[in-house]
């Protein structure tokens, strides 16, 4: 198909229906709003189901349970919606059923603002709800990465029988892109075998997230945690590397972030510097091996500087990747504030001062010209 001008926002809520969603379910909340109007118009034109709920609270549940019955469902929201659905995302967990979340992040903690943030990373990579999980997690930087995730996010889904986020921010869900669409998949025909579908002419199928026994509940537990490293193991970590080879500060950032931050990288390296660049797009699992490897594999690897719109949560994922191979300083702005390039390269410019002042010496003078 060819590109057209899409919001990104909108550019989700189509591609979740080309990809299949069968149901959605969820409750307003700025900056994704957009998403469930686009969602409550084009559902009902396919005769598919649309239901704003009462609550957050209350969509999760209803998620869950068009999962159990074996439906390609979604939900989306916000960061504090986010947070209102955390019980429904361990019960979701728990039971082993696809759905997928959109979490278009707005600034905290609290009721914050409805500016871009990206402080949602710890509540949905460490604490998307109680016990033993994980979500996959993916974050697109364009509003094409948006619209190609969240269609990855339902086919994982349904492979792994598990939670995906796809995790935007204000800025990608408002902003408008050309970017293309894929074309409209069929609706599956049946349901999987393990679906709640009524038991007429099969034994019962039970799905429940409660086990009273601690040795049925270790016993699931212990499944749980075997197919989150097959999940790890499984390629599916994503992440995009630009200008490492040669580099002696790499830049690591996701999102909106790291879109600002290739600009950055992009402009120090017109200048002469050598920087580089590192985007985790799936930030569960995080690329912590590759990471790794990359800091024992380019020796020239000074320092790894840490980006984020929030005070520091990626950060540490970094640093226990690096494992005190290089330091591994941050530069971050909170409540809603995107970072601009000029304020990246001056960030870069400073830590080439602590670790390498001679390059940065060649760079002022044109001596040292990397493209």
């Not at 996959?136 to 889904?157: G, H, K, N, R």
Request: proline share 6%; aromatic share 6%.
């Amino acid at each position: 198909m060819s590109k057209q001008l899409l919001k990104g926002n909108v550019a989700i809520a189509e591609a979740a229906i080309r990809a299949g969603c069968e149901a959605y379910f969820g409750y307003p909340i700025t900056p994704q709003t957009e998403l469930l109007e686009h969602m409550a118009r084009r559902m009902v034109e396919l005769d598919r189901v649309f239901l704003q709920a009462e609550s957050e609270v209350a969509a999760v549940n209803m998620v869950y349970g068009a999962a159990a019955a074996g439906a390609k469902v979604m939900t989306s929201s916000s960061s504090p919606g986010i947070s209102l659905m955390q019980e429904g995302f361990s019960y979701i967990a728990g039971s082993n059923v696809p759905a997928v979340v959109v979490d278009v992040m707005r600034g905290g903690p609290g009721l914050g603002n409805i500016q871009p943030s990206q402080a949602d990373y710890n509540q949905v990579t460490k604490t998307a709800g109680h016990g033993d999980f994980h979500p996959i997690v993916l974050a697109p930087s364009t509003v094409q990465e948006s619209i190609d995730l969240t269609v990855l996010a339902f086919d994982l889904a349904e492979k792994y029988r598990t939670l995906v986020f796809v995790v935007a921010d204000g800025a990608i869900g408002q902003m408008m892109e050309p970017a293309e669409l894929p074309e409209m998949r069929p609706l599956a025909e049946k349901r999987p075998e393990w679906a709640v579908t009524g038991a007429k002419g099969r034994p019962h199928n039970v799905i429940s997230s409660l086990f009273m026994g601690a040795e049925q509940l270790e016993a699931m537990n212990i499944e749980l945690q075997a197919k989150l490293r097959q999940i790890e193991q499984a390629s599916e970590v994503r992440y995009e590397e630009i200008g490492v080879d040669d580099a002696e500060i790499v830049v690591v950032a996701f999102g909106t972030a790291a879109r600002v931050a290739k600009t950055a990288v992009r402009r120090l390296r017109a200048a002469g510097l050598p920087v580089g660049l590192f985007r985790p797009i799936s930030l569960w699992p995080f690329p912590e091996k590759e990471l790794s490897r990359l800091a024992k594999r380019i020796p020239s690897v000074r320092s790894f500087l840490v980006v984020e719109m929030n005070a520091g949560q990626m950060l540490h994922d970094v640093r226990e990747a690096i494992a005190g191979r290089a330091p591994v300083p941050f530069y971050g702005r909170m409540g809603g504030i995107i970072p601009l390039p000029e304020e990246i390269e001056a960030e870069i410019r400073r830590q080439y001062a602590v670790v390498s002042p001679r390059i940065l010496t060649e760079a002022r003078h044109g001596r040292s010209v990397r493209q």
